[in-house]
């Protein structure tokens, strides 16, 4: 059996929820306009593959779907370690769901140049986090798929993961080719350094336009529609603590809370 060499992941150019503000006024989130990023745990299933890459050689392709600013997700990867790039470019016009997301990468994945051994996703993103992505490339590919895995080796030929369940952690055992989702327990993705971001605008990026992987147009466009995205408002209370000193303070907040039902029982 030869050995696995193709190391694929698969990175989101999200939504960044720290640096998103909501309208003071209305509450709402313009969404098109929110500041982005690469998703969190893309960066964890990135620093794995470039680990495997680095103990078993082959090359770590990454692939993202998305319009052309998405690229900044993969400068990032490539910025890790990875070796090259895709982009599969999406046209303008609404954004694509999970279900599209993974139709259009299970397309690509099946054209020559997508074909891998193992496919690493993160197990959520940072900011829709249907954590469906992963498992959903799997399944349209009819490939094994291993989930919340925290530790991952590959010994004669074989795929041995430990998995994150309820009451424990599961071993499991795959052949190639597998699909993996990742959180932050599997390793500590490394700081891009000075070299390797200035070698990373060196690498490749291929770009694709989904409209030419012979997908139906309704296998890439939406079907989950976000009607509004706001924060809820909170009315506030207004109320001023005051006391001489700290302990009067104290009294008095803690005579507050006790008004507003909350004993500390
Ligand atoms: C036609 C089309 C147009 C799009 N246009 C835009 C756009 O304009 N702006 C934009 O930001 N996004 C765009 N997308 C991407 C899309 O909005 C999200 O990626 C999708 O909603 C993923 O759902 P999720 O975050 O719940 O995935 P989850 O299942 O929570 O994500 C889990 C993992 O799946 C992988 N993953 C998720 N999304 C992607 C992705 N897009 N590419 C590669 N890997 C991914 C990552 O490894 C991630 O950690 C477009 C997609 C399509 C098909």
């Not at 990175?11 to 982005?36: E, Q």
């Not at 799997?138 to 309820?166: K, M, W």
């Amino acid at each position: 059996m030869s050995l696995p060499r193709r190391w694929v992941v698969a990175v989101k150019h999200g939504i960044d929820v720290n640096l998103t503000r909501a309208d003071p006024t209305t509450g709402r989130i313009d969404l098109a306009r929110a500041p982005r990023k690469t998703s969190d745990f893309d960066k964890n299933a990135v620093e794995e593959a470039v680990r495997l890459r680095e103990k078993h050689g082959g090359t770590v392709t990454v692939v993202t779907v998305g319009p052309a600013t998405a690229r900044e997700a993969i400068r990032d990867a490539l910025a890790i370690g990875a070796d090259e790039g895709v982009l599969l470019a999406a046209p303008d016009g609404p954004v694509g769901d999970s279900r599209a997301v993974a139709g259009t990468l299970a397309a690509y994945f099946r054209t020559p140049g997508g074909a891998f051994d193992l496919a690493l996703f993160g197990e959520g993103s940072t900011d829709h986090f249907s954590g469906t992505v992963g498992p959903r490339v799997a399944a349209e590919l009819g490939f094994p798929s291993l989930s919340h895995v925290r530790q991952l080796t590959i010994d004669g030929g074989h795929l041995r993961v430990h998995r994150d369940i309820d009451s424990g952690i599961e071993e499991l055992e795959s052949g190639f080719p597998a699909v993996v989702t990742v959180g932050q327990e599997i390793n500590t993705p490394r700081m891009p350094t000075f070299l390797s971001t200035l070698k990373s605008s060196k690498k490749e990026i291929r770009e694709i336009p989904i409209d030419s992987l012979g997908l139906s147009a309704s296998k890439w466009t939406r079907s989950i529609v976000i009607q509004e995205a706001s924060v809820p408002s909170v009315p506030r209370k207004k109320i001023r603590v005051s006391g001489e000193n700290p302990s009067a303070l104290s009294h008095e907040l803690v005579e507050l809370l006790r008004r507003e039902g909350i004993d500390g029982k």
